[in-house]
């Protein structure tokens, strides 16, 4: 990808990489060098070099996030999703939902459209893992509200996936 | 909602919704997507980041892995 190579200090290398690493999902693991060379590309770019630890977290994690969508638009197929690794070996999944579980996610979507704006946004996080004092942060409303948005917007996205002809 | 495994199979779709998925011209920026996430944006353009999730698994995606991010960023600082 990158024909030459640019170079910070060798600390904000360091570290960018480890960072770049941490982001990245597996199926990117053969791009994380050059990754790297365009994160450090933008901090030079930027006219800064005395980054704190965040600010290099959000450069890598944009150059990740646009190198993904470069491969989804060239329409490169078969990419494992991200997920939590309690997740990808949960007991609760079912052999079905294992080898269905893209053509279920797809109807999955389709159906959260159809809930009401708060549920739906409350449910979003919810399927992202997000605790509910995550999601009433994000949302900006109290504890409370964002449960039973949870609570209420599961039940309906239930009884929108039956309807589809999935048991939840 | 006690037991925090119960819905794993929901989440498990919803994550490999992905796989099939392709990003669109109205997607937000890495950065938007980010401020989202750590609090940086206001309260509606964060409901629109959300509603956009709840309709792209590509950002959806993203923003799992602004999630492992945030964690580490926390970590680091």
Same mark, same amino acid.
């Given at each position: 990808?990158?024909?030459?190579?640019?170079?910070?200090?060798?600390?904000?290398?360091?570290?960018?990489?480890?960072?770049? @690493?941490?982001?990245?999902? @597996?199926?990117? %693991?053969?791009?994380?060098?050059?990754?790297?060379?365009? %994160?450090?590309?933008?901090?030079?770019?930027?006219?800064?070099?005395?980054? +704190?630890?965040? &600010?290099?977290?959000?450069?890598?994690?944009?150059?990740?996030?646009?190198?993904?969508?470069?491969?989804?638009?060239?329409?490169?197929?078969?990419?494992?999703?991200?997920? +939590?690794?309690?997740?990808?070996?949960?007991?609760?999944?079912?052999?079905?939902?294992?080898?269905?579980?893209?053509?279920?996610? *797809?109807?999955?979507?389709?159906?959260? *459209?159809?809930?009401?704006?708060?549920?739906?946004?409350?449910?979003?996080?919810?399927?992202?893992?997000?605790?509910?004092?995550?999601?009433?942060?994000?949302?900006?409303?109290?504890?409370?509200? *964002?449960?039973?948005?949870?609570?209420?917007? &599961?039940?309906? &996205?239930?009884?929108?996936?039956?309807?589809?002809?999935?048991?939840? | 909602?006690?037991?925090?495994?119960?819905?794993?199979?929901?989440?498990?779709?919803?994550?490999?919704?992905?796989?099939?998925?392709?990003?669109?011209?109205?997607?937000?920026?890495?950065?938007?997507?980010?401020?989202?996430?750590?609090?940086?944006?206001?309260?509606?353009?964060?409901?629109?980041?959300?509603?956009?999730?709840?309709?792209?698994?590509?950002?959806?995606?993203?923003?799992?892995?602004?999630?492992?991010?945030?964690?580490?960023?926390?970590?680091?600082?």
């Amino acid at each position: 990808m990158t024909a030459y190579t640019v170079s910070l200090d060798v600390e904000t290398m360091v570290k960018l990489k480890r960072f770049v @690493g941490r982001i990245s999902p @597996g199926w990117l %693991a053969d791009q994380r060098e050059d990754l790297t060379q365009m %994160a450090a590309i933008k901090i030079l770019r930027s006219g800064r070099t005395d980054l +704190p630890n965040g &600010l290099l977290y959000r450069i890598a994690y944009s150059v990740v996030i646009d190198e993904i969508r470069r491969w989804r638009r060239r329409n490169e197929v078969g990419m494992s999703p991200s997920m +939590p690794d309690r997740l990808a070996n949960s007991d609760e999944l079912t052999p079905e939902t294992r080898t269905r579980g893209a053509e279920i996610g *797809a109807i999955l979507v389709s159906s959260l *459209a159809e809930l009401n704006d708060d549920r739906r946004r409350a449910v979003t996080l919810y399927l992202q893992s997000h605790s509910i004092p995550e999601i009433s942060r994000i949302l900006g409303c109290n504890r409370k509200r *964002a449960s039973n948005l949870v609570y209420r917007g &599961l039940e309906d &996205l239930r009884s929108e996936l039956l309807m589809r002809g999935l048991t939840p | 909602m006690t037991d925090p495994t119960q819905d794993d199979p929901l989440r498990f779709a919803f994550a490999k919704a992905f796989e099939d998925a392709r990003p669109g011209e109205d997607c937000p920026g890495a950065d938007q997507l980010w401020g989202a996430l750590h609090g940086v944006s206001s309260v509606p353009e964060r409901l629109l980041i959300v509603d956009h999730l709840s309709l792209c698994p590509v950002c959806a995606e993203a923003w799992r892995l602004g999630q492992k991010a945030h964690a580490l960023t926390e970590a680091a600082v």
